[in-house]
């Protein structure tokens, strides 16, 4: 059984288990910061549900001889906006900004789904409109966002950047991988993709996860030390 798609799935569903173990600690312990938390508790959370369920091979649908699963695209339709909400409750950047990088992302996923499933050289074509949203969510993450953002702090812009740029690096994997595995030219196998993309969904989940609790962990210190410097300070 070692090295199926089932496997594989078993391992992300651990994974984003434990990875959704920090965050409600943090949701525990900070309540200046419960709804940080709560995000970002959903986005593994969410994941691990997802992952539970292609362990049991539910929800494959097959369509021109290709298969999609239905969990993981519910899974990315809900957790990557989550991403996207936490970046932009960093940055503060308003609901315009929010709006259209969820539009772009929601976009882009269903393109993605759609080009999977039908049949022809019109898939190529759902396949390269999904690409240009991806451009669009870009842009707005590298371009307008740092410049409208009001950072309450140099840490939540550090942060800021971090989380962006993992996830801006991770994310422009996702089409490679769709171009190469079944849904693409197939130069991967069923259970490669399934290893490929557990292992990239668990960065940029588990990791983002961990490196935003300990960023906003870290930010709850300064509010200590602030607050014992001015007692007085509301
Ligand atoms: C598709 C194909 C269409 C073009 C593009 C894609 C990008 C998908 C992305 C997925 C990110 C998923 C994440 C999941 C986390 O668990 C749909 C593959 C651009 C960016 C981060």
């Known amino acids: 059984m070692l090295g199926t798609t089932t496997t594989w799935a078993t391992l992300g ?4 288990a434990l990875g959704t173990l920090p965050p409600l600690w ?3 312990t900070d309540p200046d910061r419960r709804t940080h938390y709560l995000v970002l508790a959903g986005v593994t959370g969410v994941a691990a549900v997802a992952y539970t369920l292609m362990a049991f091979d539910i929800g494959a649908v097959s369509a021109s001889g290709r298969v999609v699963s239905i969990p993981r695209y519910v899974d990315w339709l809900i957790t990557t906006p989550l991403i996207l909400l936490f970046l932009a409750m960093l940055g503060e950047t308003g609901r315009g900004s929010l709006l259209r990088l969820i539009v772009a992302d929601v976009l882009l996923l269903v393109l993605g789904a759609v080009a999977v499933v039908i049949a ?6 759902a396949f390269a409109g999904g690409v240009f949203a991806f451009g669009v969510l870009v842009y707005e993450l590298y371009g307008r966002i740092p410049r409208q953002a009001t950072f309450s702090n140099e840490r939540t812009r550090t942060l800021f950047i971090t989380l962006r740029n993992l996830t801006i690096a991770l994310w422009t994997l996702y089409p490679v991988v769709w171009i190469l595995a079944p849904s693409g030219i197939s ?10 993309i557990a292992y990239l969904d668990l960065i940029s989940k588990a990791a983002f996860v961990a490196l935003a609790v300990d960023g906003l962990a870290t930010l ?15």
Do not use: F, H, K, N
């Not at 022809?120 to 074509?125: E, H, K, L, T, Y």
């Not at 130069?187 to 490929?196: G, H, N, P, S």
């Not at 030390?225 to 509301?234: G, H, L, M, N, Q």
């Open 220 to 234: 709850a210190e300064d509010d200590a030390v602030d607050s014992e410097a001015t007692p007085t300070a509301d």
């Open 187 to 196: 130069l991967l196998t069923r259970d490669m993709t399934m290893l490929v």
């Open 120 to 125: 022809g050289p019109i898939r190529w074509i």
């Open 26 to 28: 943090g949701w525990r």
């Open 13 to 16: 569903a651990i994974g984003m």
